[in-house]
């Protein structure tokens, strides 16, 4: 399967909130709050403005983080990118 590239949404749309275990995402587009779990908002985070797969995702966070197997961390990243595009969160480009 191939690697989709997403974009996030524009930072000013979102406003990140942690709360313990959790974040809420705040999406001011649609008026909706998102509670969601690590790595969910770091993801958004490593995503920035540009468009980004997972493999460009999971290496920008492997930067940051000890992600330790890259093909599993490419995987999750990818599970959790579709599910963001669920939420609206990020959309594919």
């Known amino acids: 399967m191939a690697d989709r590239t997403y974009r ?9 909130e942690p709360l313990g275990d959790l974040a ?9 709050t998102h509670i969601v779990v690590s790595p969910m908002p770091e993801i958004l985070a490593a995503m920035g403005a540009d468009g980004c797969n997972a493999a460009a995702v999971a290496a920008r966070l492997a930067a940051a983080f ?16 579709v599910e963001l595009a669920e939420l609206g969160l990020v959309a594919p480009v």
Do not use: K
């Open 8 to 16: 996030a949404a524009p930072p000013d749309a979102l406003c990140v």
């Open 66 to 81: 000890d992600l330790g197997d890259a093909d599993g961390a490419q995987a999750l990243v990818a599970e959790r990118l």
């Open 24 to 32: 809420l995402i705040f999406d001011r587009r649609s008026t909706q």
